[in-house]
């Protein structure tokens, strides 16, 4: 399994970015799709996921009203739109993937625990 991100970069507080996570080497319909990120001296934050197999998706609270995730079935690629960015929202965004008919809430405690196939991260910085 492979994923490559794409996107990411400096944007003004209350602007938008939109992240890009190309899988590849996978059903896409059997795998959950997450978004992680890592801020300097933070833990690893789930931030969104979604099920392949029924578009069930996850949202962080921190991040709830403001990003959007969505797929791409036949392009198996994963979208993260994050609208009204914080200075907060700044950090390492990640996407991760993990197989298996589970919930999209059980996926995203698995790659939380670091399970799964991971992709390169991408800094964003939102300035205030």
């Known amino acids: 399994v492979q994923l490559v991100v794409s996107g990411g970069g400096l944007v003004q507080a209350g602007g938008s970015l939109r992240l890009s996570c190309a899988a590849s080497?996978?059903?896409?319909?059997?795998?959950?799709i997450g978004w992680f990120r890592q801020a300097p001296g933070k833990e690893r934050e789930g931030v969104a996921g979604?099920?392949?197999?029924?578009?069930?998706?996850y949202y962080a609270d921190s991040v709830k009203g403001r990003f959007t995730i969505s797929s791409d079935n036949a392009k198996n690629t994963v979208y993260l739109q994050m609208d009204s960015l914080k200075p907060e929202d700044t950090a390492v965004y990640y996407c991760?993937?993990?197989?298996?008919?589970?919930?999209?809430?059980?996926?995203?405690?698995?790659?939380?625990?670091?399970?799964?196939?991971w992709g390169q991260g991408t800094q964003i910085t939102v300035s205030s």
């Open positions: 991760a993937a993990v197989g298996g008919r589970i919930t999209t809430a059980q996926a995203m405690s698995l790659m939380s625990y670091g399970f799964g196939s």
């Open positions: 080497g996978l059903t896409f319909e059997d795998y959950a």
């Open positions: 979604i099920n392949g197999s029924n578009s069930d998706t």
